[in-house]
Structure formats: C-alpha cells, structure tokens
C-alpha cells in the first residue's frame, strides 16, 4: 500500500470515504510515524493514542452506516499546545500548567471534532507562544525535519515540524505576530493566518488578546483552505468573532490551482525588499514574484512607510496585553502552587510560583509590558505603539486601493542553528519583522513555499484586506501550482 503519511489531507479524505482505506488504518499509520521520529524532531508534548484511534473508529463506524463525510473525515490533525483540550493535557509550552487537563475544548477543537478530523496530539511551542523558534518551550526545543539542528520557526514550531516530518497532514496553529507563517517558511510548508476574528478565540490560552488568530497548518494551499473552511465562521462565545461567514477560501485555491491570475494586481512592499533580508532569500523571493507575473499578475511596487516602525510598536503592545492575561496564572486557582506550606503569605506563595513556573522569555515580556502601562509611562509608550498601529492599518487601507494583496518574503533569513539567537533577543525578535504588520492591522496573510536557500526553505507572504482570505489563497495555489511543493531530506 502507498505510505499513507505521504499523502495529503484531500487524498487521505477520498481514500476514508471510498473505502479503500479505513480511518483507523490512516491514524494508526501517523502514530507509528510519530513513534518512528519524533525522538529526533520532538513536534508533539502530548500524544493522545487512545483517544485519536476512537475518533477514527467513530468515523469509520459513520461511513459504515451511510452518513454522509465531511471533506476531512477520518483524516488525522496535531493541536498546537495553545488551544484547550478536554481531559487532554494542555500546557502552553509552560511548567507552570504541567499536567493540566481542562474541562472543556477550545471552539477549533470541538469545530475539529465536529468535522470528523482525528487530533493525533497537542505539538510543542514556545513558551505561552512568546518566541520565533519554539527553544523557548519548557520542555525542550523542537527541531527542523530539514537539518535537525535548526529551528523550525516559532512560536508553533512543532505544528509546522509535525507537518514537514510526515507525522500530521494537518495542523492547527496561532499567529500572534508571525507564529503561523514563521514556521511554515522555515520549514517548507503553508501557514494561514486568517482575518483577526475569522476564527474563534475561545478556549485560546491567550498571549495578546488584540493579536491572537488561531488558523491552518498544511503541506498544500488546499489543504489549508479545506482546513480553514473548517475552523473558521462566527463564535458567540467570542466577543471578537465576525458575525459573517467564511469567504470562499477552498473555491478561491481551487481557482489559483489552474495557474491563472489574470487581473489580478500584486504589490511589492518596498520596505520590505531592501536591507535587511539574507541574498538567498531575496533571490527566491524574485524570482517568485516573475512567476507569477508569467501566471498574468500585474506586479507594481507599493510603499507602506510605517510598516518600519511596527516591530517596536508590536513589543510594547504584545507585552502589555500579556502582563495583563498572565495575572491569573497566580499558584492559586489553576496550575502549579509553589511554596504553600502553611508560613508564607499568599504574595510570597504567587512570587514563588511564578518564578518557577515562567521562563525568562515570558519574564522578559511580563516586565515590558508591566513598564509600558505603568503610570507616567503609558502614553509615552503604549499610547504611542497604539498610534503606530493606526498608521500602519492606514498604509494597509491605501495600498489595497490600489492593489488586490501585497507581497513579500515571510521572513527574513531561512532556519538558523538552534541556540544562534537566544543570546539576542533582538535578533530573535527580527523573525517576524515581515509577518508582524498584518497582525496590527488585523487582516490574513499565508505563507506558500518558493523556493530554497543553501538547500533550506524560502517563503513568501500573500496580504490581503480584512474577510479578503479568498484572495490570498488564490494567489498561494497558483505560485504553488508553478513552483511545486519542497520535501525535506529523509529523517
């Protein structure tokens, strides 16, 4: 039989609903995968056996009884370690919720769930999701299938590294400033970040409220779709969901799949083609962006002068909005209690507590922000990050008047050697320093594979305007649909 972990999510899904081969047959071969390599990768925290071989039973004992699939049934899905699981282990990549089962799932989960899809596990991440690299996980750094020593991008390494490594067809991440697309540049695969409120936060253990987007992980741009076909669409439970439906995004790679864009009109960022980006990188980057002017796009350069300024103005709200989520994790309702032994006072138990249950990178980002909003600070900074942001969401609402999406590398240099950057957090921070702009404006972005670099990966970003996400997956299927898709060396 052909190796079921090699195919893709649409074919795994036609394979389950034609009967030529079960739910269970294509579960139990990702978890022997899983079992196979991820020693050496180390993508997933927690996998749950037991209970994805039941969901692959419920589905073949659906399609057994004549009911009608959904387009992903019985095909199998890793959970970044961010998202809620009930009575599976959720730990956010932090000591200080080690072992911490919730009562409930997260609406991507139970929307997953719903869907007939099998959750493999949860995958490893940077710690509360606060990195580039995913070193920043409690529980060690996982490791690009690509060059097992290099990084596989941040903070949802371990979902991109599942999917490179032929454990998981598909996966669920979230992007705060770049922790879908990141990873997936880095390690050849598709990251979506959706339209900020296209997807639910519920049951998201958040970082930054204003900038968290759950959103798809595949190896194609339709598999991503289907995906995000799946996951996205109004949450009453979240006050941020958009009360409309999800646009068209596997209609739209449907037709970027036949290779033609023709009207379509695609702006180059100027500021972000100069300095500051790895030759190698910028090398694929144009030569993509003649690819798809042969596809018949109109390729224009577009200037969004504020989008310099949106790496400084994004760590001082990100951290703001974190040192306020993080007040609850205080030793007392939920997670790790540190030091109650009936003589110290309840501060001196929440001091302990937090310092050994928070790594450095979350200490960093708590003492920001908690700077940023202290008094006689707070409109010196984060009054004024705020104000940036308002500008760079204009520079987003003048380009695409003139333009359909924007296009840019995802990042700035390919995988780097894992431990080159820890040192520097500044250097880690410039990881994002493309993906971060449509996080402060709120809109989605991709990231589709291009090309490669000293034989590593090389992605390229699609922006478009707000509920637009059918555009920028359009794009997306037809570069891939004239460069291919990249496969790793053999682990």
């Keep these: 039989m052909t190796d079921l972990t090699r195919l893709n999510a649409v074919d795994l899904a036609g394979l389950v609903a034609n009967g030529d081969a079960s739910a269970v047959e294509v579960t139990r071969a990702h978890l022997d995968r899983i079992g196979a390599v991820d020693d050496r990768v180390h993508a997933f925290l927690h996998v749950d056996s037991d209970g994805a071989l039941a969901a692959a039973r419920a589905?073949?004992?659906?399609r057994a009884a004549g009911e009608e699939l959904g387009p992903l049934a019985g095909v199998p899905v890793a959970v970044k370690d961010v998202l809620t699981t009930k009575?599976?282990?959720?730990?956010?990549?932090?000591?200080?919720?080690?072992g911490w089962r919730p009562p409930y799932d997260s609406t991507i989960v139970e929307r997953l769930r719903a869907a007939g899809t099998v959750m493999l596990g949860k995958t490893n991440m940077d710690e509360f999701a606060m990195g580039s690299s995913t070193e920043y996980s409690a529980y060690g750094p996982t490791r690009n299938p690509w060059d097992t020593e290099r990084i596989p991008g941040g903070s949802g390494?371990?979902?991109?590294?599942?999917?490179?490594?032929?454990?998981?067809?598909?996966?669920?991440?979230?992007?705060?400033g770049g922790s879908i697309r990141q990873p997936g540049a880095v390690t050849g695969t598709v990251g979506a970040k959706p339209t900020y409120g296209g997807t639910s936060r519920y049951g998201l253990v958040a970082f930054s409220s204003s900038l968290d987007t759950p959103g798809p992980c595949a190896r194609t741009v339709l598999d991503a779709a289907l995906l995000h076909q799946v996951i996205g669409g109004h949450d009453p439970r979240d006050s941020t969901s958009i009360p409309a439906p999800v646009p068209d995004v596997v209609g739209a790679a449907k037709l970027g799949a036949s290779g033609d864009l023709t009207g379509v009109k695609l702006g180059v960022v100027t500021e972000f083609t100069g300095e500051g980006a790895e030759p190698g990188v910028m090398a694929a980057f144009r030569e993509s962006v003649e690819a798809l002017a042969k596809l018949g796009a109109e390729i224009v350069e577009i200037s969004c002068p504020h989008f310099r300024y949106a790496l400084p103005a994004y760590y001082l709200i990100a951290p703001s909005e974190c040192s306020s989520n993080l007040a609850r994790f205080d030793g007392v309702r939920f997670g790790l209690r540190v030091g109650d032994d009936g003589n110290r006072s309840l501060e001196e138990v929440m001091s302990l507590t937090r310092e050994a249950g928070f790594g450095p990178e979350v200490k960093r980002r708590i003492m920001i922000g908690t700077y940023a909003l202290s008094s006689g600070y707070y409109d010196a900074y984060y009054g004024q990050a705020q104000k940036v942001r308002t500008l760079i969401t204009r520079d987003f609402t003048s380009a695409f008047e003139q333009v359909d999406a924007l296009i840019s590398p995802t990042t700035p240099f390919v995988a780097f050697p894992i431990g080159a950057r820890t040192s520097d957090p500044y250097q880690m921070y410039l990881a994002d320093l493309f993906t971060i702009p449509t996080n402060l404006y709120g809109g989605p972005a991709i990231s589709v594979p291009c090309g490669l670099s000293d034989g590593l990966p090389v992605g390229l970003q699609i922006m478009a305007p707000t509920m637009a996400d059918d555009r920028m997956y359009r794009v997306a299927a037809a570069l891939e649909s004239s460069v291919g898709t990249f496969t790793p060396p053999a682990l």
């Excluded at 589905?59 to 659906?62: A, K």
């Excluded at 009575?87 to 080690?98: A, R």
């Excluded at 390494?157 to 705060?176: R, V």
Aim: net charge negative.
């Design 59 to 62: 589905v073949d004992e659906r």
């Design 87 to 98: 009575g599976v282990p959720t730990t956010v990549g932090s000591k200080i919720l080690e």
């Design 157 to 176: 390494g371990g979902s991109a590294a599942a999917l490179a490594a032929y454990e998981a067809p598909l996966a669920i991440g979230s992007d705060t």
